[in-house]
C-alpha cells in the first residue's frame, strides 16, 4: 500500500481538525511499524538461509590436509567433537563427526594451498509416519520455536569451530573446550529407561514421557492434540522399546541406563 494515498484518503475525509490529524499521527505509526516488521522479517530469513554457508579464511603460508590435521590434533582437547581425515566425495578432508543435538558434520578442506574453507555437512535422519514427520529435528520434537532456531544454532557451531581452526592455524591460542553448565558429555542419559516407558504407555497422550526427559514443547503439543492423534505415542513408545528414544540433549535413554 502506498502511504502518500493513504495518508491523502484522511486528509479528504470531512473530519474535526484534531480527529483527522490523529487518524493521521497514527496511520504514520501503523506504517512506519509494518515497515519495520518488514525489515526484521527480511533479516531473519537472510540470516537463517546464510547460518550455515560455507566460511572460508587464508593463511600466510602454504599448508596441506595432513599438516592442518596435525596442527588441529595438537590441540584437539579445544574441539567438541573428535575428528580425522577423509577422502572420496567431496575431496580430501578434515571430517569432525556430527554434533548429535545438531545433526551437523564440520569439514574442513584445503584449497590453492593457502585457504581454508570450513563447511557445515547436515545428516538429519528424517522419519515421517503417514506424512507426518517425527523425528527428534520434527516441530512435533522441538516444537516451532526451536525448529526455526535450529539454522541459526548449527551456524553458531560453525563459527566456532572455525574460529578455534583459524587461530590454531595462525599459532593462537585457544582454550580446551568446556561443556555447559548442566550438559552431559558422556553421552549418556540420567533419566531412567523404565519410568519413559511407563509413562508413555500410560500417559503418553498428554506427553508426560516427553516433560520427563526435558521435551517440554513437544510435551505441550502433545497435550493439545492428545499426543498428535496418537501416533506420536505409538512411535515414541516403538522408540523407547527399542533404545532410540532420546532425552532433550540428544542422548539415548536405554534399558542399562540409570
Not at 35 to 44: G, S
Not at 196 to 207: D, E, H, N, P, S
Request: aromatic letters at 8%.
Amino acid at each position: 500500500m502506498n502511504y502518500a494515498l493513504w495518508q491523502k484518503s484522511a486528509e479528504n475525509h470531512n473530519l474535526p481538525c484534531k480527529l483527522k490529524h490523529g487518524i493521521i499521527y497514527w496511520r504514520k505509526k501503523l506504517w512506519q511499524t509494518l515497515n519495520q516488521l518488514e525489515e526484521k522479517t527480511m533479516a531473519d530469513i537472510k540470516s537463517i538461509a546464510t547460518a550455515t554457508a560455507p566460511r572460508e579464511f587464508e593463511l600466510s603460508y602454504s599448508t596441506t590436509v595432513e599438516e592442518v590435521y596435525e596442527k588441529l590434533s595438537a590441540r584437539a582437547s579445544a574441539f567438541k567433537m573428535p575428528f580425522k581425515i577423509k577422502e572420496g566425495i567431496p575431496g580430501k578432508r578434515i571430517s569432525f563427526e556430527k554434533e548429535p543435538n545438531l545433526d551437523v558434520t564440520i569439514w574442513v578442506f584445503v584449497k590453492d594451498d593457502n585457504k581454508i574453507k570450513v563447511m557445515a555437512n547436515i545428516q538429519e535422519n528424517k522419519t515421517t509416519v503417514n506424512g507426518m514427520r517425527v523425528d527428534k529435528n520434527s516441530v512435533m520434537q522441538k516444537g516451532i520455536k526451536g525448529v526455526a532456531n535450529l539454522p541459526i544454532e548449527r551456524g553458531e557451531y560453525l563459527d566456532e569451530v572455525t574460529e578455534k581452526v583459524k587461530k590454531i592455524l595462525n599459532g593462537e591460542q585457544v582454550e580446551d573446550y568446556v561443556a555447559p553448565v548442566g550438559a552431559n558429555v558422556s553421552g549418556q542419559t540420567e533419566k531412567n529407561w523404565l519410568v519413559a516407558l511407563l509413562l508413555c504407555f500410560f500417559l503418553g497422550g498428554i506427553g508426560a514421557h516427553r516433560f520427563y526427559v526435558g521435551k517440554v514443547g513437544s510435551g505441550i503439543l502433545y497435550i493439545l492434540t492428545v499426543g498428535i492423534f496418537g501416533i506420536g505415542v505409538l512411535v515414541d513408545l516403538i522408540k523407547i522399546i527399542t533404545g532410540k528414544f532420546t532425552d532433550k540433549n540428544g542422548n539415548p535413554i536405554q534399558k542399562n541406563k540409570n
